[in-house]
C-alpha cells in the first residue's frame, strides 16, 4: 500500500511541473515587468500585466467605451501583422500636409 502512495505522490509532483511549465507561471514568479498578449486581435484575448509584485488580467469585450479624452496617436496593422503606433502630434502633421 505504501507503494502505491509513493507512485501517487511522484505523478501528482509530475502532473504540477507540467501544469507549471504550460501555463508558463516561472515567468509570473521572476522579479522582471512584463506584458503578455494572448489570442491578439480575437475575441478571446487576453491580457496579463505584472508591475513588481502586482499582477492584472484583462480579457477582450464586446463592449465599447465612451466618455471624454484626448487623441493620443493612431494604430495601422501591416500587410505582414505587425502593428505601428503614430503619436497624435505626427499624425496632425501627416494629415495637414496631405
Partial sequence: MANLFD??????????????????VPALLKENDYTVITNPGTPEMEI???????????????SQGAG???LLGQAYRLPDG???YVPAD?????????
Avoid: P
Fill in 68 to 70: 471624454q479624452g484626448e
Fill in 48 to 62: 496579463v500585466v505584472k508591475q513588481g509584485e502586482e499582477i492584472k488580467h484583462y480579457e477582450a469585450s464586446q
Fill in 90 to 98: 505626427e499624425v496632425e502633421q501627416t494629415e495637414t500636409s496631405e
Fill in 7 to 24: 507512485v501517487a505522490m511522484v505523478f501528482a509532483v509530475a502532473l504540477m511541473v507540467a501544469l507549471v511549465s504550460y501555463l508558463q
Fill in 82 to 84: 505587425r502593428v505601428i
